[in-house]
Structures are given as C-alpha cells and as structure tokens.
C-alpha cells in the first residue's frame, strides 16, 4: 500500500507519580490501516468508536490522519478490532507482518496436536530445502 504509515511525531518524557513514562505519539497518515481493518471487520465508525470511547467524528479525524493518537489510544482500538497494535502499522512501517494466509497458516499450527505440528515442521523443512535448492530433502 503506497501512501501507508505511521510515522513518530513526537517523543517526550514526562514525569508521572514518582516515576517517567515515555509519551510516544503517532500520527496516523491518510490511508492508515484503521480504516481497512475497521472495514474488514465489518464495523461503521459508529460502532468502533463507540467502542473505544470516541466520537465518530475523532475516529474519522485518527482514519484521515488528522489527529494524533497515542500508544493508550492505539491499543484500545487494536483490541476493539481483535488485532495487535502492530497489526496497525503499514508494510512500510512493519515489514514482518504476515499476510491473511500466513496468519491463517499460524493460527492452524497453534491450533494442532504435537504430532501434527511435528509434520508441518517436517513438510515445511522439505518444502524450503527443495525450494532453496531445486531437490528434495
């Protein structure tokens, strides 16, 4: 997705009962994947601002990228859509992200038995060894 990020706007300490906590604010850039995971999800910005304490009018500011959001407030909104908060963060900004079909593959593997997960491991071995070398394992 070109156009796709999260960007650090600013960093700043502060001192908070005793202790510093580090504000880290990130400024949502047109395009964010909010938007696209809100959509995925099947939610109106109604719903998923109601569910995260927000106006639908401060969620569409955060969606077009007009309003700051912190760390707090993106956590609260990757849980109203059952993603992490790196989940938010565009190809550019987390290239490790996985694709739906990877994630799918994962949750699969999580979701086997020991000797099932000792398969895959054992067919995903010979899968890359013949794709890195031409051969079979």
């Known amino acids: 997705m070109s156009g796709c990020y999260i960007r650090s706007s600013a960093i700043s300490t502060r001192a908070v009962t005793g202790y510093v906590a580090l504000l880290y604010v990130l400024n949502m850039e047109p395009g964010n994947r909010i938007r696209e995971l809100r ?15 927000l106006s639908q009018g401060q969620l569409s500011n ?20 059952g993603v992490s908060v790196a989940d938010l963060l565009c190809d550019e900004d987390n290239p490790g992200r996985l694709a739906p079909d990877e994630e799918a593959l994962v949750e699969s593997f999580r979701d086997a038995d020991s000797a099932a997960k000792d398969f895959l491991l054992t067919t ?3 899968v890359t060894i013949r794709a890195k070398t031409g051969r079979a394992a």
């Not at 959509?39 to 304490?53: E, F, P, Y």
């Not at 912190?70 to 109203?80: F, N």
Request: no cysteine; net charge positive.
């Open 39 to 53: 959509i995925r999800a099947g939610l109106s910005q109604a719903v998923l601002a109601a569910r995260v304490n």
């Open 62 to 81: 955060i969606e077009n990228g007009g309003r700051n959001v912190s760390l707090e407030w993106m956590r609260a909104i990757a849980k109203a859509l």
């Open 124 to 126: 995903a071995t010979a």
